[in-house]
Structure formats: structure tokens, C-alpha cells
């Protein structure tokens, strides 16, 4: 029984030693990433929430002819005539087809407004900026220019305003008549 009481003891101590340890501090506001996290072909994105929008139900999409396979086509939300992207294509990734769950994330930054193609929205999360680590040797190719990071779960984290940049985006071909 000597034993028993020696062994709660200790298991005692060690807990209050445990509460008694100073709290880390919660990180400071500026230096949380909020994301948009969403899943494509099976694997885990996010972008930040400050390029979001709104999240719309994927329908009634107008196809487009005379443009790169990535661009899906518009939609008209509320008025607003918008592109929509497949990043699926974007990236090469594996295509599945179009269902109900599909989402439209509405993100906008460098003067563009679009259209993002998502399987499924997952939801809003934050995440400590100094938790990103550069890349996964699988990420390799496009996709690998439009990163911003990768957590330790593996949610790719996508440079929103890169790809927002990027020309090869901006669709500048005339149809012949």
C-alpha cells in the first residue's frame, strides 16, 4: 500500500507542477493566418480569407469558348458577371466530376475578381504564420509556384495574390470572325 500512496504522490506533483507552469502566451493577432480551408482532387488547400469574399452554391455556370481549360466559364452573382477557374486544371490535379457539394469561393485582390472551383468548403481556421514550412516534395510543378506554405497536417496553404498576379490568368484572345 506504501507503494500505491507513493505512486498517487508523484502522479500528484506532477500534475501540480503541471498547472503550476506559466502559460505560454497566445500568439499575437497579427501574426495568426486566417484561412479558407477547401479540399481538390482529395487534398487539403486553403487560402487566406482576407482575398475571400463569399462562398456560393456551384450553378448556373455560362461556358465560355475561346479559353484556357482552367476557365470554367461565369456566373452571375448578383449582377456581377465573374470568371470562374478550375484550379483542378490549373494544377493538373486529378478531375472528378461536377457535384452538388461543389462551391464557388468569390475571391478578389491586384484590381480581379473570380471565381475559385472548390470540391467542398471545409471552413474557416487559423493557423500560427511561423508554422508554415516551404514545400512537400510532392508539390512539384505549378503548383509549387503558387504556394505559400504547408502546415504540419498538410493543408497546402496557396499564394492567393500570386496567382492573382500571374498573367498567364488574364485571358486576351479575340474570336475570328
Known sequence: MNSEASDAKQILRARAQALARCPQPAPAAETLLELLEFHLAQERYAVETRYVREVCPFKELTPLPCTPPFVLGIVNVRGRILPVFDLKKFFDLPETGITDLHRIILVRGNDLELGLLADVVVGVRSIPADSLQPSLPTLTGIRGDYLKGVTAERLVVLDLA????????????????
Request: net charge negative.
Open 162 to 177: 500570386r496567382i492573382l498576379a500571374d498573367p498567364k490568368i488574364i485571358v486576351h484572345e479575340e474570336v475570328e470572325a
